[in-house]
């Protein structure tokens, strides 16, 4: 039996729409807003009735493309050098110990519990405290300049060297503030914490040193 002139323009139609659509599909892949595509499928007597034309033929033979625009999911801008874990300038509070290595003048040389914080001021500016108890409360604050060790590829942070000076504040003497210098590395630890080492050496009397090791875990902040 020969296809009737509706059910040939049905055909002719549906093909080229397919065709229409695989070009579309292909160039809309490209660009940030693309478009999802359905399909939905009629009958020629659908079709015949929208064209001017009447038909008794129900077989499905037409494939009809709905359009229906779809906001395409946003990149997230990667900017290179920035750090992902924003180690930059962190801040922290913890709690550690403290062996005491020589002196006997000072809490600093004995072994005590500790208080360890770092106020982050910029990338390579911080001040490291902490607060040792034992048989006197002794306070060290230091002024320290940091050198940061980051990942080449990624620019991640994985190690913080420190240096710096500054007093050991004995507050059961009158507040009596001795010189003091110190070093150690801050380690980041991901995403929350970091962890302390810390030499503090300080000057009670001229011809007194007084050393002590501080280790410790602190919960990173962000004060500025």
């Not at 009158?174 to 929350?192: H, K, M, Q, Y």
Request: aromatic share 8%; with cysteine.
């Amino acid at each position: 039996m020969q296809p009737n002139s509706a059910t040939l323009f049905s055909w002719l139609f549906g093909f080229t729409a397919s065709s229409l659509l695989c070009s579309g599909l292909s160039a809309q892949a490209q660009t940030p807003d693309s478009a999802y595509y359905g399909y939905i499928t009629v009958t020629p007597s659908d079709s015949a009735q929208s064209s001017g034309s009447a038909t008794n033929n129900t077989q499905s033979t037409l494939v009809l493309v709905q359009p229906q625009t779809v906001a395409a999911t946003p990149e997230v801008a990667q900017v290179p050098g920035v750090n992902p874990l924003k180690i930059l300038g962190r801040s922290y509070i913890g709690v550690g110990g403290n062996i005491g290595l020589d002196g006997e003048e000072t809490n600093l040389g004995e072994g005590s519990v500790v208080i360890v914080s770092k106020a982050g001021f910029a990338e390579n500016f911080s001040l490291h405290n902490a607060v040792m108890f034992g048989d006197e409360t002794t306070t060290s604050l230091s002024l320290s300049l940091n050198f940061p060790i980051k990942t080449p590829v990624t620019g991640q942070t994985i190690v913080i060297p420190f240096v710096g000076g500054g007093v050991l504040l004995q507050p059961d003497d009158d507040w009596e503030a001795d010189p003091l210098v110190s070093g150690g590395v801050d380690v980041p630890i991901p995403p929350r914490f970091t962890g302390t080492v810390r030499v503090n050496v300080a000057f009670p009397e001229d011809d007194e040193t007084d050393v002590g090791l501080v280790l410790g875990v602190g919960y990173n902040l962000k004060l500025f």
